[in-house]
């Protein structure tokens, strides 16, 4: 794929429980990006404030005239979830922000409780699904998450090549993106969604959604046993 086409990519970049009342600062293709709910949604806006490049996860969420805003730190500029900077204290009552101030704004969504985000917000393509993370038969467990000094398709690659003797034996599901795939166990019991998202050229974030049919045996703390799984996956990368 080519790096026009991880633009309209979903990338995973936390998982949504860890998002709370004030921003966080993530990374996508060495554009750094600042998360946040605001007004009942997900907004990413370029982590770079447009006054004097402070990062606007270092600020906090307010509430102004057009909803929930979020500051800069710095000087206090607030910006919608659109990235348009609606207020600067230096302009007081005269509030006539000139065009330049604006930072872009991604899309984003809340899937398989992570939060992904896609940087070409014109043309995204479709987020990746596994039937068994939407089955109620399943339970879905613990999103687990990995920061790698590799790039994101190497990473990808050794799960391709080893999720049959972690997991179990089964079947490979192939996405759109070459940087997500899933792994189904051939009784269907168990199932991972593995996505993998570009830091920069070299690093990388990895993200294990699993699911598993309770009563498959695996004990009463299933979370563990996934866990222990990823563990032994993550192992196996180191060496
Ligand atoms: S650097 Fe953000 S308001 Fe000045």
């Not at 996860?57 to 609606?86: K, Q």
């Not at 930072?103 to 068994?132: F, I, K, N, S």
């Not at 034996?169 to 070459?178: I, Y």
């Not at 498959?216 to 996934?226: K, L, P, Y």
């Amino acid at each position: 794929m080519s790096d026009t086409g991880l633009q309209s990519a979903w990338h995973a970049v936390i998982a949504a429980d860890s998002l709370k009342d004030w921003p966080i600062g993530a990374s996508v293709l060495d554009e750094p990006v600042a998360i946040a709910r605001m007004n009942g949604g997900i907004a990413a806006l370029r982590d770079v404030c447009a006054h004097m490049d402070a990062a606007l996860s270092g600020g906090w969420i307010m509430r102004g005239a057009e909803g929930e805003e979020l500051v800069c730190p710095n000087h206090r500029w607030r910006y919608n979830a659109g990235g348009r900077c609606t207020h600067i204290p230096e302009l007081g009552d005269e509030q006539v922000i000139p065009d330049w101030t604006r930072v872009p704004a991604y899309a984003t969504r809340e899937h398989y409780g992570a939060v992904w985000v896609c940087l070409d917000a014109d043309a995204c393509a479709e987020l990746p699904r596994l039937p068994a993370l939407e089955d109620p038969r399943y339970e879905r467990l613990t999103i687990l998450t990995r920061a790698w000094k590799l790039p994101a398709q190497a990473v990808m690659d050794h799960f391709i090549a080893i999720a049959g003797s972690i997991i179990g034996p089964g079947a490979l599901t192939r996405f759109a993106s070459p940087l997500s795939a899933a792994w189904v166990t051939r009784d269907a019991q168990q199932a991972v969604l593995f996505t993998v998202t570009p830091l920069t050229g070299k690093a990388s974030r990895s993200f294990w959604i699993a699911a598993t049919q309770p009563e498959n045996g695996a004990g009463a703390d299933i979370e563990a046993v996934n866990e222990q799984t990823h563990d032994a996956f993550c192992r196996t990368v180191i060496a």
